[in-house]
């Protein structure tokens, strides 16, 4: 599965709403709202866009970093990383319908979000050299997300330099989804590369 991220910053002037909307066309079931340094009423403004240019097409919206934005936009899921509320912070935010995801970047942290019951997903990376983060912490590599499949029952998503070359050795390591950043949002045309990136995942890809 490709769980697109709709990044403001790597957007450059496209809207992510748009972006969003171009993803769900080309067959992303997952997508997520990225605005590392919007201002609360951008990132909420957003936010609703994304969840009405989604309505209907069937894929599920997640909200980076921010359970009470999630909550108040009626989004699907909140991505939670290791600075952000705790699950159960953010599960008495957004309640018992939404999914929480959960970065993790060593085994500690893995198996942590593995048994937290409140975790519903957890991505482990990067996977690869990333440019998506100003400062990105240290590559895992194919081998973890090998060990975290072996840990794990839990949907586990991988992230982290993660392009069309690459997509199928994530997935044959055992990664349930494959969260993309660089690859959709830096290009001209989104839903383009996003139906190329799908097509890659089903002649080849684990689903």
Same mark, same amino acid.
């Given at each position: 599965m490709i769980y697109g991220i709709a990044d403001l910053g790597a957007l450059g002037g496209k809207e992510p709403a748009a972006a969003a909307a171009a993803m769900a066309r080309a067959g992303v079931p997952w997508i997520q709202l990225r605005a590392k340094g919007a201002d609360d009423a951008e990132l909420h403004r957003h936010a609703v866009a994304c969840r009405r240019a989604l309505a209907g097409t069937g894929a599920l919206l997640w909200i980076d970093d921010r359970p009470d934005v999630a909550a108040l936009a009626g989004a699907g899921g909140v991505h939670l990383g290791q600075d952000d509320l705790p699950p159960a912070a953010a599960r008495r935010t957004v309640g018992p319908g939404v999914?929480?995801?959960? =970065?993790?970047?060593? @085994? &500690?942290?893995?198996?942590?979000? $593995? %048994?937290?019951?409140? /975790?519903? +997903?957890?991505?482990? !990376?990067?996977?690869?050299?990333?440019?998506?983060?100003?400062?990105?912490?240290?590559?895992?590599?194919?081998?973890?997300?090998?060990?975290?499949?072996?840990?794990?029952?839990?949907?586990?998503?991988?992230?982290?330099?993660?392009?069309?070359?690459?997509?199928?050795?994530?997935?044959?390591?055992?990664?349930?989804?494959?969260?993309?950043? =660089?690859?959709?949002? @830096? &290009?001209?045309?989104?839903?383009? $590369? %996003?139906?190329?990136? /799908?097509? +890659?995942?089903?002649? !080849?890809?684990?689903?």
């Open positions: 999914r929480i995801g959960r =970065s993790t970047h060593d @085994r &500690g942290q893995l198996l942590a979000a $593995d %048994a937290d019951p409140e /975790v519903d +997903v957890i991505a482990v !990376g990067p996977v690869f050299a990333t440019s998506g983060k100003e400062r990105p912490d240290p590559v895992v590599g194919l081998d973890f997300v090998r060990w975290a499949r072996g840990v794990t029952a839990k949907t586990l998503v991988a992230i982290g330099g993660i392009d069309a070359s690459n997509l199928r050795s994530v997935l044959a390591a055992g990664a349930d989804a494959v969260a993309v950043l =660089s690859a959709l949002c @830096r &290009g001209d045309d989104v839903e383009g $590369d %996003a139906r190329r990136l /799908v097509e +890659v995942m089903e002649n !080849g890809g684990r689903s």
